[in-house]
T-cell receptor, first 116, second 113 residues
Framework: GDSVTQMEGPVTLSEEAFLTINCTYT??????LFWYVQYPGEGLQLLLK?????DKGSNKGFEATYRKETTSFHLEKGSVQVSDSAVYFC???????????????FGKGTHLIIQP | KAGVTQTPRYLIKTRGQQVTLSCSPI?????VSWYQQTPGQGLQFLFE???????NKGNFPGRFSGRQFSNSRSEMNVSTLELGDSALYLC????????????FGPGTRLTVT
């Protein structure tokens, strides 16, 4: 079945450091790829997405590129802030047998801690 | 536009009881999906409803069921609760079309004692 693998952390960085969170996936066909962020006590927020190979998703200074040849969708940010501290989830969605989407398949989540 | 709302936010139940959780999607969205989040298993897909029909289903026992109403609001029911059902239950709404973007509610924290 489909799966997503990402580093679980915690990942601790200093403010203004460069961030990379690795994400690789296994799926049949051409899934859509997503990054979601979860702040303490809250639900998930969609951070960015890419729907086909070589697409680059970007939002709030975060970027990720859909690399079909390496089945990866690594999340990057050039300069992190304390407010970026959260749990980040990489996810994929494939077309379901019933039509529509087959539900998101998530990685385990990466806990990011940014120190001032 | 109002976001996805879930009620109640917190719930405590006893083993063997049943529970119903509610989700109201973003206005105009016709698809509602449900997920279970636990520390051990992470986020897992339960099922998706579109236009009052279950369209896709994850790998959960039949104790977990759902339905969707004509106004797109959805309910999830868990019967014969087990301790392992303690989790954060998240609802996500989408237009139901090919963009597949899902927008999540704040979740219902269920504790089974």
């Amino acid at each position: 079945g489909d799966s997503v693998t990402q580093m679980e952390g915690p990942v601790t960085l200093s403010e203004e450091a460069f961030l990379t969170i690795n994400c690789t996936y296994t799926a049949t066909g051409y899934p859509s790829l997503f990054w979601y962020v979860q702040y303490p006590g809250e639900g998930l927020q969609l951070l960015l997405k890419a729907t086909k190979a070589d697409d680059k998703g970007s939002n709030k200074g975060f970027e990720a590129t859909y690399r079909k040849e390496t089945t990866s969708f690594h999340l990057e940010k050039g300069s992190v802030q304390v407010s970026d501290s959260a749990v980040y989830f990489c996810a994929l969605m494939a077309r379901g047998s019933g039509g529509g989407a087959d539900g998101l398949t998530f990685g385990k989540g990466t806990h990011l801690i940014i120190q001032p | 536009k109002a976001g996805v709302t879930q009620t109640p936010r917190y719930l405590i139940k006893t083993r063997g009881q049943q529970v119903t959780l509610s989700c109201s999607p973003i206005s105009g969205h016709r698809s509602v999906s449900w997920y279970q989040q636990t520390p051990g298993q992470g986020l897992q897909f339960l099922f998706e409803y579109f236009s009052e029909t279950q369209r896709n289903k994850g790998n959960f026992p039949g104790r977990f069921s759902g339905r969707q109403f004509s106004n797109s609001r959805s309910e999830m029911n868990v019967s014969t609760l087990e301790l392992g059902d303690s989790a954060l239950y998240l609802c996500a709404s989408s237009s139901g079309h090919t963009s597949y973007e899902q927008y999540f509610g704040p979740g219902t924290r269920l504790t089974v004692t």
